[in-house]
């Protein structure tokens, strides 16, 4: 056989071991049943053939796929990116393969690119993104075991959730700056997803005086201006990569950080190791949170009721703060 040839079937290596075609399959399979010189033989002839069994196919017969979907808003974002890396190793553990869907930050696309894993025949799909409506997560989970990762709008009942506590989180972050002697503190934020509103909501409550910048209407150099003047020492940023912006931005202004503008981020991803200073951030256990949909993806699989986890944050303190 060369490379050029076809592919080997099943009926090849019955010809060539001598036996049946089903029991080919069954030796293939592992199934018992099958002698100990039928299966040696039968293996031998796959392997000198070049055999290799039709995975897929087997697994339509089945009735599973043994995959699992995971839609993402945006590969850029370390923070899915990072809670993906629990869904693969959870789900290699469970004897599943991935498969992932990207969405670009565009809800129609993310609306098909939800239809296209479906259509594929996915067993299971872990939405992480905040970006589905409420009708199409509804209408996936009629359909499909579905997780969502994150803080939609509303997710329906029959889906699982999980997400970060962010209200804690921006308690953490505020609480850690007040600490540090400040009480003139900014919130600086490039979303109007419920996860940002419900960290600016807890800000809030606990900043007397709350000033609110919005990086889609020039919020950074609003910021810097302010801080320039003494009216800021303190920015919260809704996530690590606004923070890091704001210390790139301070840094060509010549404003120092922390001496000038303390910085806390959000979502401890890589980027708050890389940055210089090093970013204060509230760390949400994203390989931990990719396991738990994971894990609750297979308790759908097998007829469970959907469930509902809120992780708890923590906050790292690096020298930006």
């Known amino acids: ?22 029991l080919v399959s069954a030796a293939l399979r592992g199934e018992s049943g099958v002698s100990g010189a039928s299966r040696e033989r039968i293996l031998a002839a796959a392997e000198e053939l070049g055999y290799r069994s039709n995975g897929w196919a087997q697994r339509l017969v089945s009735g599973r796929s043994d995959l699992v979907g ?3 808003t945006d590969l850029r974002n370390a923070y ?13 553990a469970a004897g599943f393969d991935v498969v992932l869907s990207h969405g ?11 239809a296209g894993l479906i259509a594929l025949g996915v067993d299971a799909v872990i939405a992480v993104t905040g970006h589905l409506d409420a009708d199409d997560l509804s209408a996936a989970a009629g359909r499909i075991p579905i997780v969502v990762v994150g803080r939609p709008s509303s997710v329906p009942d029959a889906a699982g959730w999980v997400r970060n506590d962010d209200e804690t989180g921006a308690g953490l972050a505020v609480a850690h700056l007040h600490e540090r002697g400040h009480a003139r503190i900014a919130y600086v ?21 709350p000033r609110e910048y919005d990086v889609r209407e020039g919020g950074i150099d609003l910021l810097l201006e302010e801080a320039s003047s003494g009216g800021l020492t303190a920015a919260f ?32 991803t890589e980027l708050a190791d890389l940055v210089r200073p090093g970013l204060t951030s509230v760390d949400q256990p994203r390989s931990a949170m990719g396991a738990a949909a994971m894990s609750q993806a297979l308790a759908l699989l097998e007829g469970g009721a959907p469930a509902r986890e809120v992780a708890s944050p923590a906050l790292v303190v690096r020298g930006s703060s």
């Open 237 to 268: 940023a809704a996530n690590d990569r606004i923070a890091a912006q704001v210390v790139a931005d301070a840094t060509d202004r010549g404003i120092r950080v922390p001496q000038d503008l303390a910085v806390v981020g959000y979502d401890n």
């Open 1 to 22: 056989m060369t490379g050029s040839a076809r592919r080997p079937t099943i009926i090849d290596v019955a010809h060539a071991a001598g036996v049946s075609k089903s």
């Open 189 to 209: 934020h490039g979303s109007s997803r419920p996860a940002s509103i419900a960290r600016r909501d807890a800000y809030r409550a606990l900043v007397p005086e």
């Open 70 to 72: 995971v839609l993402l």
């Open 104 to 114: 670009r930050r565009d809800r129609d696309l993310l609306r098909t690119r939800l």
């Open 80 to 92: 899915q990116t990072e809670i993906v890396n629990g869904i693969e190793d959870a789900a290699a």
